[in-house]
C-alpha cells in the first residue's frame, strides 16, 4: 500500500498559482500513474489531471488545460501539480491516488486506489 501525502494548498487570489505536492512513502511512484482529482463544497469529485506509469502521458480536465501541468521527480518519489491562473471555479480540495485508468478515456476512467488526505485550495480576492 502506498501512503501519500498532499500539501502546498492554500488561499490565492484570482491570476495566482500554486503547486500542490503528492508525496510517497511505501512504494516508488515511477511504477504508478497518479490522478489529482477535486472536490468542491455541495459538487461531486472530479478528476483533473492524471500522469501515467508508462511514459509519462498527462492528461487534464478541459477546464484547466493550459493552466495546469503535471509532473513528478523520482528522487524525491513525489509528483507536482502547477496550478496557474487559478480562479474561483478552481476552489475545491485536492486529493491525489494512484489510480487505474481506462485507455480510451484515461481521464475520465480513474479509479483510485490509495488516496491522500487532501490539500485545501482557495482562490478568492
Known amino acids: 500500500q502506498v501512503q501519500l501525502v498532499e500539501s502546498g494548498g492554500g488561499l490565492v487570489q484570482p491570476g495566482g498559482s500554486l503547486r500542490l505536492s503528492c508525496a510517497a512513502s511505501?512504494?516508488?511512484?515511477?511504477?504508478?500513474?497518479i490522478g489529482w482529482f477535486r472536490q468542491a463544497p455541495g459538487r461531486g469529485r472530479e478528476g483533473v489531471s492524471l500522469?501515467?506509469?508508462?511514459?509519462?502521458?498527462?492528461y487534464f480536465l478541459g477546464s484547466v488545460k493550459g493552466r495546469f501541468t503535471i509532473s513528478r521527480d523520482n528522487a524525491v518519489n513525489t509528483v507536482y501539480l502547477q496550478m496557474n491562473n487559478l480562479q474561483p471555479e478552481d476552489t475545491a480540495v485536492y486529493y491525489c491516488?494512484?489510480?487505474?485508468?481506462?485507455?480510451?478515456?484515461?481521464?475520465?476512467?480513474?479509479?483510485?486506489?490509495?488516496w491522500g488526505s487532501g490539500a485545501q485550495v482557495t482562490v478568492a480576492l
Open positions: 500522469i501515467t506509469s508508462m511514459n509519462d502521458r498527462t
Open positions: 491516488a494512484t489510480v487505474h485508468y481506462g485507455e480510451y478515456a484515461p481521464l475520465t476512467t480513474m479509479v483510485p486506489r490509495d
Open positions: 511505501g512504494s516508488t511512484l515511477d511504477s504508478h500513474s
